[in-house]
């Protein structure tokens, strides 16, 4: 065994590594520097985004495949393209079950949540809920929607800014001010416009990157049936496991209810989504982009998922993690790419081109929707109404600043090797809560601005509980998720084909006995290792924790939103409810035959304002064109 896990590690140091050459190079300045031009553009040619509806919507008068595809785009960062096709090859293919969820979540939003957004044509999500409940529940959805962001966005930028560091020796810290002082650059100076045609930009190459990988993979692989074929026996593909157990890694009613409720959170209330089906000029079109969102969204994770699959095609007999090639789940995408297209010119830097612009999409996009949502949910509280120019002014401001301080949090993260998986636990727990006041609002009319505040936060709470507890396990080692069986048998076969150098021949050929003899030892060891850490499970040597803090991570957007709504209505049943007759528009169109249709409620449906701050604002904003007509007709 200490044979060949000394070998192997040698070996791959001889594998000759992928590094930028000149072309590389060039072709990842002229991607930024086509970014950088489209923010010129737009910000000081045509109408150069004078209001905040032109720059935070586009004037609404955007078109459905541009916006489509910059959906697809901000939600492809470069997490999704390192991380899923190494779960896949360590876990198996449960992630497939997404195509469900879209299909969930598609219907839902468009008949649940998008008629009241549009209805409403509103530029922060969470003005409806102040406009539903009162003004602390739009508050403090806001301040969950931006902690989540500022967890968020650093890994974002952090994880492709180490794969081109690795690829061309330039220090990360470098890397990281450069690449996003371009994003914050184009995002500040041509607002929503050069959000979605830099996102369509660098889609582009992200598809490009992705479908030459995909070609190449298939290949190296032996084809369609040989890549299926062997990811049928090491059981990647067993994904129809109807076992209800909550507290499985992965299972079929864990990946599909618990992805289904996730991405609704995403999909059908995230500002970063709803902006941008808001930005099109007509509920049709609305419509349309949400369809070819998630379908694009589909496509997007299929190939993905069978990169994983071709991963595994390729080191089914000579596991990378098992020989300490690759130590972490995000190192094996890139070093899968070195292997089979080394030898082609120009496609290492497509492709860390391509998860550059997967992460510079994520990022311009939700710097745009935080700027809008920290502008109109706090600062203009604060200054009140100003001139759109002022306005403008104000969120490319917040944009800049924003930028700033995420890059800044870059640089914090580098030196906090756990904060992923605390992110990502994170962004679970604060949008369970978001969703759970949403739905609240959209479906239940009896439901109060107590109970959705209340219930919220006890979510957050309870939830915040679970994960924290859950961490707390995994790091002592009571929670363990187990990965698929590999094996190292053809390990020798696989570095003797991957370079053509006879000292590499050599060496194996003087080491092929010793190594051929630990290989067996290895393999029986693994074997025992396994065998003795499921008898061990099973005779309960460690008590397992409390039930709550083994369910899979899938649930915990769910939970937090489940929680949310049963504390909400039973607050809201037991509390005195002084909240206002609530408007029909305010409700989805789903629940509307559970509403009364008497008086009051025809009076309140002809009114085209829901609360105190918006009638004054309606006011002002009548009483100053008044004037401004007046000067026109005396002059």
Known sequence: MAGLTTLLPDVAKIVPKVSFSWYDYILFCVMLGLSALIGVYFGCFGSKQRSADEYLMGNKKMKVFPISVSLVASHVSGITLLAVPADIYRYGASYWLLIIAAIFVTFTTIYVYLPVFYKLQI????EYLERRFDNRNRMFASFLFALGLFLYLPIVIYIPALALSAATGINIHLITPVVCGVCIFYTTLGGLKAVVWTDTLQFTITTGAVIAIFVIGVRAGGGFGAIW?????????DIF????????RDSFWITSIGMSIGWLSMVGIHQSCVQKFLSVSTFQESKQCVIYF?????IVSSFSVFTGLMMYARYANCDPFTTGTVQKNDQLLPYYVMDVASYVPGLSGLFIAGIFCAALSTLSACLNCLAGTMYEDFISKIIGHVEEKTTTYILKLLVV???????????????????????????????????GMFTLGVLFPKASSKGSLYGAIIALLFAS???????YYKAQGSIVDVPKPTSVDGCLANFTTLSPLTTLNSTLSSLESVATEDITIENSTISQLLSNFTQATENGEKPKPFFLFRISHYYYTGVGAL????????????LENDDPPVHRDLISPV????LPNDDDMQKEKNKDYYSVEKALHLVTTNWEKNEDDAKIIKS
């Open 563 to 574: 929680v949310t709504i049963i504390c909400g209505l039973l607050i809201s049943y037991v």
């Open 229 to 237: 074929s062997k990811a049928l026996e090491g059981h990647r593909l």
């Open 123 to 126: 530029t922060s999500t969470y």
């Open 294 to 298: 998630s379908i694009g969204i589909s």
């Open 465 to 471: 509980w679970i994960v924290t507890m859950a961490q």
């Open 591 to 594: 629940v509307h035959f559970a």
């Open 401 to 435: 600043i924003t930028g700033v301080v995420c890059t800044v949090l870059v640089f914090v993260i580098e030196h906090l090797g756990g904060i992923l998986a605390l992110a990502i636990s994170l962004a679970g727990v604060t949008s369970g809560p978001l969703l």
């Open 241 to 248: 496991d109807f076992d209800p157990d909550p507290t499985k």
